[in-house]
């Protein structure tokens, strides 16, 4: 069974990437804002986590996937030390945000940032010794593709970190879960980024999404020898390595 965006997508029927795109462009300005006060600041901690798996390795040459405004690429930058970051996302105005915070950190020299389709990426193969992606690869129209495409591009023995948004799996935390991104999430999302969807559709990916055991043997089947995961925050995201 694959992963479809599109099944869950809430403008209509088959939209296209375009419309994702003009949603993440509308919400960059407030997009930051919004993921640290809905998880109440507990992102920041899941980001350096997931950075955290990578430090024994000393990656010099990163890829971080859906960079949006550049968040995980700018700590990454800051705990590892690498000597090039490449933030690629499909999203202009998400980058341009990231690209303001790369020059007020002074981190131009390391991060850049490129506008790619992440299901048919421009890089070539054995590029990277890390990719990493963070709370964006449920939003891909095809996730199989876009996991073998960061599979191809890292160099042989390289690294892929992935954060994400999951369903806790035990009670209470599962219903409590259900109960706050269907109410509090899309209310106070649309609030704040006066977008009418956004938030609704944010809820639709995580719960779509597949995660734990299942995620493991889709990065397996994308191409990766070994895949582990991690649960963190009773389960509301999921920490995963894998190694091509």
């Not at 955290?52 to 971080?64: E, G, I, R």
């Not at 890390?130 to 023995?157: H, Q």
């Amino acid at each position: 069974m694959t992963y479809k965006q599109e099944e869950i997508n809430p403008y209509h029927e088959g939209a296209k990437a375009e419309q994702v795109e003009q949603m993440f462009d509308n919400i960059a300005p407030t997009y930051d804002t919004l993921n640290h006060r809905l998880s109440w600041d507990i992102d920041r901690g899941w980001r350096k986590k997931a950075i955290q798996q990578l430090a024994p390795y000393k990656p010099q040459t990163m890829l971080d996937i859906a960079t949006g405004t550049g968040d995980f690429a700018i700590l990454a930058a800051q705990m590892l030390h690498p000597q090039r970051l490449a933030g690629a996302d499909i999203s202009e105005g998400m980058m341009a945000v990231g690209r303001e915070k790369v020059q007020r950190l002074g981190l131009q020299d390391v991060i850049s940032f490129e506008k790619e389709d992440c299901l048919s990426l421009s890089y070539d193969s054995d590029t990277f010794d890390a990719v990493t992606a963070a709370f964006g690869i449920r939003n891909f129209a095809d996730l199989d593709k876009g996991l073998s495409e960061m599979c191809r591009v890292l160099k042989p023995g390289g690294h892929l970190s992935i954060v994400e948004l999951t369903t806790p799996v035990s009670f209470p935390m599962k219903q409590l879960f259900r109960v706050y991104s269907h109410t509090v999430l899309p209310v106070y999302g649309r609030l704040i980024s006066k977008d009418t969807s956004a938030y609704s559709y944010l809820t639709k990916t995580i719960e779509a999404f597949p995660q734990g055991e299942r995620m493991q043997e889709i990065l397996q089947q994308a191409g990766f020898k070994q895949a582990t995961f991690q649960r963190l925050t009773f389960g509301i995201c999921t920490m995963y390595l894998a190694t091509k």
